[in-house]
């Protein structure tokens, strides 16, 4: 019946906009079903203007606040940052302090180890020198790294070479390499160095402890020997002496080029 009295279909229809209702694009009416439909939270906030087809730069203005509204409501909040940044100080604040932790530890385990491998006569002696190079020009050349210098009550430096090898015993090479760090620490230092000095020997894959041994250093005048007769070797002046010991042999780079590499004794 109202479909056959449009008197009467006209009264019913609702000629303003209303904020519940009407969703259509033109504020005088309510919405058709070819009307672009509106977000809920959006219906206050985004009016459509103009036809459907023809009011383009409307819709996408529309669409711009709708995409900057949803940005907004995906985006951090001040205090959600000042909680997050917080959280992270904290994070990096107690890595740092574990960080810290975990080195101090492992300091304090290296330096018990050193102690316990000292021998009897270093016991209370400080440790002065570690891995340190010195040089000298006088009385020769000399550029020298040592393992460990150790302070004695008196005052006077004693060093120790480090070596790990099968041969438990020390070599006329560890008293010369010795010999050159105490003209070197000696010249550069101005300290008093022992003509005695240590070789720690410990054994590859061995569990007992290293074994420390005392060895006899050369003097100064017995060093500036050598350092003459390396150079002189250098400036092919003088032929150079095959090794003292055969396994000397092993870890040279020139073994394939001389003649004695591989014999059992040495003249």
Known sequence: MLCRQSALRRGLADPGASSVQGQGIAPARM???????LLPW???????SGALAGDAPARSSGARRLRGRGEADAGWSGTEMSDLLVDIGCAAVGGAVALGLLLHLRKRQARGVERRSRPAALRDAELAYVEKTFRTTSPVP?????????????GQLVLLELKTRWNGGPNLSDVIQLSAQRVALSAATGQ????EAFVLIERPGARRSPVAHRVDLLSV?????????REAILADRISPRYAAEAGHCQSCAFRSQCEGAGRQQRS
């Open 192 to 195: 008093t160095v022992a003509a």
């Open 221 to 229: 005048d017995q060093v500036a020997v050598l350092v003459r007769r």
């Open 42 to 48: 959006r219906t206050q906030g985004v009016r459509w």
């Open 31 to 37: 919405g058709a079903w070819l009307d672009p439909a």
């Open 142 to 154: 000399i550029a020298a790294k040592l393992d460990r210098a150790y302070r004695l009550p008196s």
